[in-house]
């Protein structure tokens, strides 16, 4: 079955620890996309990468990063530098068309990440 | 003032009743218009996916866009406990290549 996996489900980070949250499509999509959700605010876009070997900023980069070595992977660090990172994170894929960009997005089942 | 809004509700309505669910956008870019639903602990999953004004009906939903006053609707008939879940409304601009999303709406269907 074609889909996103993103693992682990669940993740512990400890003061000043950096962690690297794992994202694979087999939709042999271009773009992938990392998100964070908090309770009452919606979905507030990291970075996201249109093709391999290439990423951009999103809304709320700060304390985090990404590569885009292969196409079908997008990994997510948070780093420490992150100060608030509790939060559920959830990757994100589409297709282009043409050169556009506004194909509906698919996402992975995410990843919880919580402050030892 | 955030580019889409939602209710965040949360909505409890009966089994078998018809659910509207509401989003109003600010910014007149916006040309694609999703609606996802989001089970507890799950990623969002793609409902339904319009560009233009107008009823887009799948099964039970029915996506309605009103581009003039930037608003959108999701429509659910005969609700069934399993649509419990939160529903996000998502809007596309081309101008920044980015989807913008409510912040959703949780919806309670009781049996």
């Known amino acids: 079955d074609g889909g996103i996996t993103q693992s682990p489900k669940y993740l512990f980070r400890k003061e000043g620890q950096n962690v690297t949250l794992s994202c694979e499509q087999n939709?042999?999509?271009?773009?992938m996309y990392w998100y964070r959700q908090d309770p009452g605010q919606g979905l507030r876009l990291i970075y996201y990468?249109?093709?391999?070997?290439?990423?951009q900023k999103g809304d709320i980069a700060e304390g985090y990063s990404v590569s885009r070595e292969k196409k079908e992977s997008f990994p997510l660090t948070v780093t420490s530098a992150q100060k608030n990172p509790t939060a559920f994170y959830l990757c994100?894929?589409?297709?282009?068309?043409?050169?556009?960009?506004?194909?509906?997005?698919?996402f992975g089942d995410g990843t919880r990440l919580s402050i030892l | 003032q955030k580019e889409v809004e939602q209710d965040p509700g949360p909505l409890s309505v009966p089994e078998g009743a018809i659910v509207s669910l509401n989003c109003t956008y600010s910014?007149?870019?916006?040309?694609?218009f999703m609606w996802y639903r989001q089970y507890s602990r799950k990623g969002p999953e793609l409902l339904m996916y319009?560009?233009?004004?107008g009823n887009k009906e799948d099964g039970r939903f029915t996506a309605q866009v009103d581009k003039s006053s930037k608003y959108i609707s999701l429509f659910i008939r005969d609700s069934q406990p399993s649509d419990s879940a939160t529903y996000l409304c998502?809007?596309?601009?081309?101008?920044?290549?980015?989807?913008?999303f409510g912040q959703g709406t949780t919806l309670q269907v009781k049996p």
């Open positions: 994100a894929s589409s297709m282009r068309v043409r050169g556009r960009s506004n194909q509906p997005q698919h």
């Open positions: 990468s249109q093709i391999v070997n290439d990423f």
């Open positions: 939709l042999n999509h271009d773009a």
């Open positions: 319009t560009y233009s004004s």
């Open positions: 910014n007149s870019a916006f040309q694609y």
């Open positions: 998502a809007d596309y601009s081309s101008n920044t290549g980015k989807l913008i």
